[in-house]
């Protein structure tokens, strides 16, 4: 009887894992009115946007069926969270959204808003993954010492289109760390990081690189920086600045770094107007190249020198 009671254990064993297989599902919902002991399907959405990534394939969607306010999530493979407007996710400890995901995954985040009521932490915090692309979300009040509303901490391709960040210390934050020669692209498109403490913030440690491009957005209204570009020893940092409005700020670009560190900005087609102390800070053998086609109107005494860049 023995090898009868074996077989009738694999079985049930294979039973078991086919089941939990087929609960994955490549679209799962949820909604303020659901239950997390459901399926998560459109008509028994989960109420909690973790149960319903757990019960959704790699690659898969997850979507938010109202506006309903929503617990932090930690998400650590391929997958799209889309919401409708006004859905939040409400931080009251710790980050918002937590990207760990795998070293080939793509995540995507559309449409979410994530509002701090009390955390010290950040908004959306990108560790690692191959691929994240943030459209048309929010991050608010973020604004704990060195916090962001959007963290990128770890490398990879990031693109960044038609968001907010707001009331942070910084609205966008890129730092890699002491990731060796690692790098991160980001790609931000049609952003608003104002009122922050600093706009937008590229940052390196020992050797790392950051690539970036800016365009059609506004680092206005910030405390201290509009758009700071600082590599530290070994590091590399690039900037493309085209068709912004960096205006109203303490200093408006502020491009440093330290004496092995790289940095090399170029602006075009952009304004930088009306911040109270300087419209550009150039330091520590930084080039910020400029097309000539730019209007700085307004500012305090520059720091440094903008290098021509003709035409191609």
Do not use: W
């Not at 997390?36 to 028994?44: F, L, P």
């Not at 990879?156 to 690692?182: C, E, H, M, P």
């Not at 085209?242 to 440093?256: M, R």
């Not at 107007?273 to 097309?291: E, K, L, P, Q, Y």
């Amino acid at each position: 009887m023995k090898p009868i009671r074996f077989a009738l254990g694999v079985v049930v064993f294979g039973a078991f894992f086919a089941t939990a297989s087929i609960a994955q599902s490549t679209r799962t919902f949820v909604s303020g009115q659901g239950k997390d002991k459901g399926s998560c399907s459109q008509t028994a959405p989960c109420r909690t946007l973790t149960q319903a990534i757990s019960q959704t394939s790699a690659g898969g969607v997850v979507v938010a069926l109202d506006s309903a306010s929503y617990a932090p999530i930690t998400i650590t493979k391929a997958v799209t969270v889309e919401a409708p407007a006004g859905a939040a996710i409400t931080v009251t400890s710790g980050d918002g959204i937590d990207i760990n995901a795998g070293v080939t995954d793509v995540v995507i985040l559309r449409g979410l808003t994530v509002n701090n009521q009390g955390s010290s932490g950040n908004g959306i915090v990108f560790n690692t993954g191959a691929t994240v692309h943030i459209e048309k979300c929010i991050a608010n009040g973020f604004n704990a010492f060195g916090m962001s509303g959007i963290a990128i901490l770890g490398t990879g391709s990031i693109f960044v289109k038609d968001t907010i960040a707001r009331d942070n210390y910084n609205g966008l934050a890129v730092d890699v760390g002491t990731a060796g020669t690692a790098t991160a692209n980001v790609d931000m498109d049609q952003l608003h990081l104002d009122a922050n403490r600093i706009g937008l913030s590229l940052q390196t440690g020992v050797d790392g690189v950051v690539n970036g491009a800016i365009r059609n957005s506004s680092a206005s209204g910030n405390s201290d920086v509009g758009m700071l570009v600082d590599a530290d020893v070994g590091g590399n940092i690039s900037l493309d600045i085209e068709s912004c409005l960096v205006t109203d700020s303490t200093i408006g670009v502020v491009a440093e770094s330290s004496s092995s560190g790289t940095v090399a900005a170029s602006i075009s087609f952009s304004t930088v107007s009306h911040n109270t102390v300087g419209g550009f800070n150039i330091a520590g053998g930084s080039t910020v190249n400029s097309r000539g086609n730019n209007t700085l109107i307004g500012n305090g005494p520059n720091t440094g020198v903008l290098t021509p860049l003709a035409g191609q």
